[in-house]
């Protein structure tokens, strides 16, 4: 797996082990940039992650549901996902109010006996992160007062 950091390798075994070795976790989230940029290291840890864990999978990708279909990956992610959310970002069609969505053209697609503890709600949620250096990690769609505020810390 590779990272859009100059430098910066996680062999995908070691990534595998170090989720499965986080505790009092329900299950991962696989974003990107676009992860599909690198399907097969991606499917091979979904593979993996639905094979020795419990965890549950939920995939953010840009491609549409066709694009999936056309590009040969979309029964694979069927049965290795318990959520997709699939669409392209649009800033013209941004919407904060869609509890993991961010523009109102994204869709989220649970799988059949999947998901059910994952549901969807119309509330925004943004978790903010204060690292011990003082760094910020920002993760969900903050509204436009929310980021000037971030902006002054």
Aim: proline letters at 3%; charged letters at 25%.
């Amino acid at each position: 797996m590779w990272s859009f950091k100059p430098k910066t390798l996680i062999h995908r075994d070691e990534l595998l082990a170090r989720i499965l070795a986080t505790h009092d976790i329900e299950g991962i989230t696989v974003l990107g940039g676009e992860p599909l940029q690198q399907a097969d290291n991606v499917i091979w840890l979904l593979n993996r992650i639905k094979k020795d864990s419990n965890l549950s999978t939920f995939l953010y990708t840009g491609y549409e549901k066709q694009e999936l279909h056309t590009m040969g990956l979309w029964d694979e992610l069927n049965t290795l996902c318990d959520i997709i959310a699939v669409g392209r970002y649009k800033q013209e069609d941004r919407n904060i109010n869609r509890q993991w969505l961010g523009s109102d053209n994204q869709a989220l697609i649970y799988f059949e006996g999947s998901g059910e503890n994952m549901l969807q709600s119309d509330q925004n949620e943004v978790e903010i992160i204060i690292h011990p250096d003082g760094a910020l990690t920002v993760l969900g769609f903050p509204d436009t007062e929310m980021v000037d505020l971030i902006q002054q810390i």
